[in-house]
């Protein structure tokens, strides 16, 4: 019998929590367990395996980004929805990296499908018809932003900035300057590679 006060949401989220406190690979139906001070057998009428629980961690991160960049994006545009996507990823990581780290989790296909990396996707694009951007580009440009954004994050998570100067923050400011020309001077499609 399910302990009562248990439910697969409560038990995503306290495995959120954990994942910000101790890192996302610590994360197990086994370390839940013990925060709840139950059996491990208890929870498994919620969670498949520790595979679920992250699963799990991964759609609420992906929901939490989503609802964050609804709320910083609306009425902006250019620059400044550029500027705003950006602290939404760079804010979330702080406040949340367990979380965050759940959300660069590759998921399958199905799951992918039903989960908010969607709507993500599509404040994404829709920062880049700002800058008039079409495809195919707009999926290089999403590319690129994506992987400035999560490395600039992971090395700034990791100490990777604290020890010289400028300030982190303000090579921040730099680098977001710098990507608003890019867009705005997106290289014409060219020719296929060598």
């Known amino acids: 019998m399910a302990r009562v006060g248990l439910t697969a949401d409560r038990l995503t989220r306290a495995g959120a929590e954990l994942a910000d ?4 690979e610590q994360v197990t139906v086994s370390a839940l367990a013990r925060r709840f ?4 057998a208890s929870l498994y009428s919620h969670l498949k395996n520790s595979q679920d629980l992250r699963t799990r961690i991964a759609l609420l991160a992906l929901e939490e980004l989503a609802d964050r960049l609804a709320v910083a994006l609306a009425g902006r545009a250019g620059k400044d929805a550029l500027t705003a996507c950006a602290d939404v990823y760079r ?3 702080r406040e949340h990296p367990g979380r965050y780290a759940a959300a660069r989790i590759r998921l399958d296909p199905e799951t ?3 989960s908010a990396g969607g709507r993500n996707a599509e404040m994404m694009r829709a920062i880049l018809r700002g800058y008039e951007l079409t495809e195919p580009e707009q999926t290089h440009a999403v ?6 954004f999560h490395g600039y994050v992971s090395l700034e998570l990791g100490g ?7 300030a982190p923050e303000e090579s921040w400011s730099r680098i977001l300057d710098a990507l ?3 867009l705005r001077n997106w290289p014409a499609t060219g020719g296929s590679r060598p």
């Open 37 to 40: 001070e139950v059996k491990v």
């Open 180 to 182: 608003d020309v890019l």
């Open 143 to 148: 590319r690129l932003l994506g992987s400035v």
């Open 160 to 166: 990777s900035f604290s020890h010289s100067d400028p």
């Open 21 to 24: 406190e101790v890192g996302l």
């Open 91 to 93: 804010d979330y990581a």
């Open 112 to 114: 992918a499908a039903a």
